[in-house]
């Protein structure tokens, strides 16, 4: 199972509010990818934590 990136899950976030915005959706359907959107953009967010720990780790070792 590969890791997807920080910009593959904004992708498909922006992919599951477009079919949100779809004014034909069934209730059923928007939970299901509500719940898929809150996932990514959770899963995003934890990347783009990681990619902040890791800067600064850096930064600490240079001004070390």
């Not at 590969?2 to 779809?22: G, H």
């Not at 990818?33 to 720990?53: Q, R, S, V």
Request: proline fraction near 2%; glycine fraction near 4%; hydrophobic fraction near 35%.
């Amino acid at each position: 199972m590969s890791k997807e990136s920080f910009e593959a899950k904004i992708e498909k976030s922006k992919e599951i509010l477009q079919k949100l915005l779809d004014p034909e959706i069934t209730l059923e359907e928007g939970v299901k990818f509500y719940k898929e959107g809150i996932k990514e953009i959770e899963e995003a967010t934890k990347l783009l934590e990681e990619a902040k720990l890791t800067l600064k780790l850096y930064q600490e070792e240079r001004e070390a």
